[in-house]
């Protein structure tokens, strides 16, 4: 016992500033790591959050240039479709439907047309890349599509392609429809 007398002396013996340092210190060293472990962790889960909205807007940002880049290719499409009625309809008055199957050939040469047709004014497929579809009516390859419209029309098939209706006008009446089929470039996305 007398060892514990002595260190209960050495206690006495200090000063309140020593004594307070002895116990301070020490419980100053654990808060500050507290809170810097604190800090670490509410740091982790900001980052965390922060990734998951930065995934949210990637997406949503994807989505939007998507459909920005389908409305101008659609746009670019139905620009492009009057010239070529007027083409089409020069060869049709002149009933030159050997050079209007070559405007079609050409056009099939790309890879965003699947199928070009002409329509007659009865709807019938009078000429078409896939010589399968010619005599056919148009109403029974695509019930629902209305291949008598005045305007250019275009109905979705699906994800990515449309098909197009360009209506051919003579002097007073329609002489033609050109039906052909669409499909969409997707841009390339940098990872």
Do not use: C
Request: overall charge neutral.
């Amino acid at each position: 016992m007398p060892d514990l007398d002595t260190s209960e002396k050495r206690d006495s013996q200090r000063s309140p500033a020593e004594r307070f340092f002895r116990v301070a210190v020490p419980v100053l060293i654990l808060l500050l790591a507290g809170g810097i472990a604190l800090m670490y962790y509410v740091g982790e889960w900001r980052l965390r959050q922060a990734a998951e909205t930065a995934g949210i807007e990637k997406q949503r940002y994807e989505r939007l240039l998507d459909e920005q880049v389908l409305d101008i290719q659609r746009s670019d499409v139905r620009l492009f479709s009057l010239p070529l009625a007027w083409a089409i309809r020069r060869e049709l008055i002149q009933q030159n439907y050997g050079q209007v199957e070559e405007y079609f050939i050409e056009l099939i040469k790309h890879k965003q047309f699947r199928s070009v047709m002409l329509l007659d004014p009865d709807g019938s497929v009078r000429i078409s890349t896939d010589r399968k579809l010619q005599g056919s009516a148009f109403s029974e390859l695509y019930p629902g599509m209305n291949a008598l419209s005045q305007q250019v029309v275009s109905y979705s098939l699906s994800e990515g392609s449309s098909i197009y209706l360009v209506p051919v006008m003579g002097l007073n009446e329609r002489i033609g429809t050109i039906a052909f089929v669409y499909s969409y470039s997707r841009i390339a996305r940098p990872q």
